[in-house]
Antibody
Framework: EVQLVESGGDLVKPGGSLRLSCAASGFTFKNAWMNWVRQAPGQGLEWVGRIKSNTDGGTIDYGAPVRGRFTISRDDSKNTLSLQMNSLKTEDTAIYYCTTMKTSGKGYYFDNWGQGTPVTVSS | DIQMTQSPSSLSASVGDRVTITCRAS??????LNWYQQKPGKAPNLLIFAASNLQSGVPSRFSGSGSGTDFTLTVSSLQPEDFATYYCQQSYSTPPYTFGQGTKLEIK
């Protein structure tokens, strides 16, 4: 059974930093494309960023609102995905979900999701 | 970036009803369109991928159709557990992978 368990969410002041982790199990993590998706309180879903598997080049892409402030990384030896968040803004307040990504040959979809970890940015 | 617009934003229906939710893309995305269901306090769950392919374990009362810019998600006979918020998401070309704003399906 696929399991994704996020951790690290907390209350942080504007301008501060936070590091989220996602522990993966139940699948071959090193072959997986992984994503972060967030959801602000009472709002919809927003894609944060994606990291490909190292065998597929390890390419990382980010959404415009977080580019230059957030960094996604992976440790295939520990089956762990990370999200380093710097220069945090109040608008970064959200639940952050770790997801796996698959392709059917017709695009990409998020097939497994963690339970999410809450991040609150407030003074 | 490709914008996704869902309609309606909210919908009231009764158990047993047939309901349809629409998702429109700001440009053609072929059939690179996925649908998710989210219940309160829970993570989203994949229902349909590539416009019309039912994810394993999802009941057959859910179906998707469309290509190009216009897509639909249909629930053939609503069950109590189907009352939730539904999101479409496109993955055409390069990121960002954008979502629609969501459609909240409520009990009438």
């Amino acid at each position: 059974e696929v399991q994704l368990v996020e951790s690290g969410g907390d209350l942080v002041k504007p301008g501060g930093s936070l590091r989220l982790s996602c522990a993966a199990s139940g699948f071959t993590f090193k072959n997986a494309w992984m994503n972060w998706v967030r959801q602000a309180p009472g709002q919809g879903l927003e894609w944060v960023g994606r990291i490909k598997s190292n065998t597929d080049g390890g390419t990382i892409d980010y959404g415009a609102p977080v580019r230059g402030r957030f960094t996604i990384s992976r440790d295939d030896s520990k089956n762990t995905l990370s999200l380093q968040m710097n220069s945090l803004k109040t608008e970064d307040t959200a639940i952050y979900y770790c997801t796996t990504m698959k392709t059917s040959g017709k695009g990409y979809y998020f097939d497994n999701w963690g339970q999410g970890t809450p991040v609150t940015v407030s003074s | 970036d490709i914008q996704m617009t869902q309609s309606p934003s909210s919908l009231s229906a009764s158990v047993g009803d047939r309901v349809t939710i629409t998702c429109r893309a700001s440009q053609s995305i072929s059939n690179y369109l996925n649908w998710y269901q989210q219940k309160p306090g829970k993570a989203p769950n994949l229902l349909i991928f590539a416009a019309s392919n039912l994810q394993s374990g999802v009941p057959s009362r859910f179906s998707g159709s469309g290509s190009g810019t216009d897509f639909t998600l249909t629930v053939s006979s609503l069950q109590p557990e189907d009352f939730a918020t539904y999101y479409c998401q496109q993955s055409y070309s390069t990121p960002p992978y954008t979502f629609g704003q969501g459609t909240k399906l409520e009990i009438k």
